[in-house]
């Protein structure tokens, strides 16, 4: 067993963070009800509404806000395929010390320009893989504090109050559906919310081209994959890591994954019928209660974590499917 954040420890937290986070808002969906003919009751978590349009900036300002004097003076580091190096960014202006993330040359503009804007230094690998060695290789040659995207308890004390600030806003729900990356957003509201709410099913998402902690459950350990092949490069998360993976073991009930397919005609129905235009990571959730836990969770009370929108709308227009859109 791990030790895992209290919820007392999550309460600290919010208190000691301020107004540097958001709480988003938590939305009635009658589009995607009506969509399901009123299958089931839809909630969605808006974290896209989040300081740096994602919910990576809480478990960032987590991690960073701890920091001695001293280690702010040597500054951090990160590595992401944007949205944790924006967050990352926004956290180091926050607690005033410097930034040198580590973005993948596949990253989205849009995204590089946001990590530019909050003054960090950007570094670019040609795979993922490559950029977390060079992440581990800048914490190594210059000391900088490596700011993790998913692992530890600072991340999951952090993401924890996604989970808590559900269970404040909705008085009664069965399911709550968490897009899956390395594990560290899931794994906080997954604890968070079996503490508050136990009898309440966590169900994980993935995109089938990043399926890591799909193999780590089924291997019983954290598993690595060999690449990362999905539209959803913010799920992207090259490996699992023992904390995130326990933290999921221990809470997560049930891991489904999605295809590209499933996620872009997600992007295309949230845009019409909730006039959210979003990233893919962003609509997985969407797919998967859409798709594979349609029939499973017909007739329950649902909560979709909306985990962010970093996206220009080229790259929008070009990855959902807007015409074809429609659940048969």
């Known amino acids: ?14 208190t000691r963070l301020g107004t540097a986070i958001y709480e988003t808002p938590l939305l009635r969906c009658a589009g995607l009800e009506a969509c399901l003919n009123s299958e089931m009751a839809i909630f969605a978590k808006l974290e896209f509404l989040q300081r740096t349009g994602t919910f990576k900036a809480r478990g960032a300002l987590a991690s960073v806000s701890a920091l001695s004097d001293a280690q702010r003076k040597i500054g951090i580091t990160a590595v992401s395929a944007g949205n944790h190096a924006i967050a990352t960014a926004y956290a180091a202006q926050t607690v005033g010390t410097s930034a040198k993330v580590v973005m993948t ?17 950007i570094i670019l690998a040609d795979s993922v893989h490559e950029a977390f060695a060079a992440a581990e290789k800048i914490q190594k040659e210059e000391g900088r504090y490596l700011v993790h995207p998913f692992e530890g308890p600072a ?9 808590l600030e559900i ?16 594990g560290g957003l899931i794994g906080g509201i997954a604890n968070a919310i079996k503490k508050l709410r136990p009898e309440c099913e966590i169900f994980g998402v993935e995109p089938e081209g990043a399926d890591s902690m799909r ?13 990362v092949k999905t539209i959803a490069d913010s799920l992207g998360a090259p490996y699992a890591l023992p904390y995130s993976f326990a933290l999921c073991r221990q809470n997560v009930d049930q891991l489904v994954t999605v295809s590209d397919v499933e996620i872009r005609q997600a992007m295309g129905i949230l845009f019409r019928e909730m006039k959210f235009a979003v990233e893919p990571a962003c609509a997985a959730t969407t797919a998967a209660l859409l798709g594979p836990l349609r029939e499973r969770l017909s007739g329950r009370k649902v909560v979709l974590i909306m985990c962010g929108s970093n996206i220009d709308w080229p790259t929008f227009a070009t990855q959902a499917m807007l015409r074809a859109a429609h659940v048969a």
């Open 1 to 14: 067993m791990i030790s895992a954040p209290g919820i007392d420890d999550i309460r600290r937290l919010r």
């Open 105 to 121: 040359r596949s990253a989205n503009a849009a995204r590089v320009a946001a990590c530019r804007e909050f003054g960090a230094e």
């Open 167 to 182: 269970h404040e806003q909705c008085a009664d729900f069965d399911a709550v559906l968490v897009a899956v990356g390395g």
């Open 215 to 227: 193999r780590s459950f089924a291997a019983g350990e954290p598993q690595a994959i060999e690449s």
């Open 155 to 163: 991340v999951a004390t952090g993401t924890g109050m996604v989970g």
